[in-house]
């Protein structure tokens, strides 16, 4: 019994061996040949020109923007993971505890409006 589990195992892995280096031939074989210029080797990085000056303004809307987005992706987070609490332990939730949480909404959903009247959503 234990031979031939060591068989399957060894068969397994030189099948898993085999269709990688094969498949490896046959994209090398049938693979489109690429020249290789100045602009295919330089990295695209968000429309800014990597040769250029590193001294270039930089959008201070987008960086708020971008600011925002990691404060609400974290809230959204946050969020999720308390449905999921109050869905598994509802009842175990003191009310305390339920009071905090809906103060901790009230704070997101008051921020989110400040931001909004604010303009620094539009962009």
């Not at 690429?34 to 930089?58: H, I, T």
């Not at 999921?84 to 008051?110: E, H, Q, R």
Request: proline letters at 2%.
């Amino acid at each position: 019994m234990g031979v031939n589990l060591l068989y399957e195992g060894l068969f397994f892995l030189m099948f898993v061996l085999l269709l990688s280096v094969g498949l490896m031939l046959v994209s090398m074989v049938l693979g489109q040949r690429v020249r290789r210029n100045r602009d295919k080797l330089v990295a695209f990085e968000c429309g800014f020109d990597p040769m250029s000056s590193s001294r270039a303004p930089f959008s201070f809307r987008f960086f708020v923007l971008a600011l925002l987005f990691l404060i609400f992706d974290v809230e959204v987070v946050m969020i999720i993971s308390f449905c999921y609490s109050l869905k598994i332990v509802f009842l175990s939730l003191s009310s305390m505890t339920m009071l905090y949480f809906f103060a901790f909404f009230l704070i997101l959903l008051l921020g989110l409006v400040h931001e909004a009247n604010e303009g620094s959503l539009d962009w």
